[in-house]
């Protein structure tokens, strides 16, 4: 990358696992503007989508996991989700998942891991660094903190999808694409976070943020 939208690696210590980075301050969060702030998440996206090095893992080579994870979970919390949820999940797992790009997704971009510095207005930490369709990282742009009181209110859709349409003209992605990876992706949220103990608000504004984006 070097440096393209990311912060530059100056050092490693692979023995030590320690690395000297550039120097980045202030999250995104402090960003108020909702609008502003998921335009500068889609301007990053745009930027890291680069051809992806090889040796990287695959998103594609997750698809059959994935799957049987939503299937068994769903069956173990006795099918919490309505089955049209559950299914737009599992077609997009199928349709979306199989056949991916060789581009470099960052894999979890999220407030916390956009910094501002002095080179640029905002650089992306902490990339996952995957292999795969780009439109897949909007399910942490939009499963944020900041529209915590959005996803927990009663009819989210207009302003979801609104939200959604900016961070992908920004990112220069398909948004048909970018909702139906996030739907699948909050549905394979909602149910992780019933088997593995997140609060009760998050799963149910997961729940929501799916059932809102079929």
């Known amino acids: 990358m070097n440096g393209r939208g990311a912060v530059r690696i100056y050092a490693r210590d692979d023995a030590r696992y320690a690395m000297l980075l550039e120097r980045a301050d202030n999250t995104l969060a402090t960003v108020t503007d909702p609008e502003r702030a998921v335009a500068i998440q889609g301007g990053l996206t745009r930027r890291l989508a680069v051809e992806a090095p090889a040796g990287l893992p695959r998103l594609a080579d997750h698809m059959d996991d994935w799957e049987h994870e939503i299937r068994t979970t769903a069956a173990e919390f006795g099918q919490p989700l309505p089955r049209r949820v559950l299914d737009a999940a599992l077609d997009t797992l199928r349709e979306l998942g199989r056949d991916q790009p060789n581009t470099l997704v960052h894999g979890d971009l999220h407030d916390a891991n956009v910094l501002s510095s002095d080179r640029e207005p905002w650089l992306a930490i902490d990339p996952k660094c995957y292999i795969g369709d780009p439109a897949s990282d909007a399910l942490n742009v939009i499963r944020s903190p900041r529209f ?67």
């Open 148 to 214: 915590d009181d959005l996803l927990r209110s009663a009819n989210p859709k207009t302003t979801i999808l609104r939200l959604l349409d900016i961070y992908c003209e920004a990112a220069q992605i398909d948004p048909i694409r970018a909702r139906r990876w996030t739907q699948a992706g909050a549905v394979k949220e909602a149910l992780w976070g019933r088997a593995n103990g997140d609060p009760a608000w998050l799963v149910s504004a997961t729940d929501r943020l799916a059932a809102a984006l079929i």
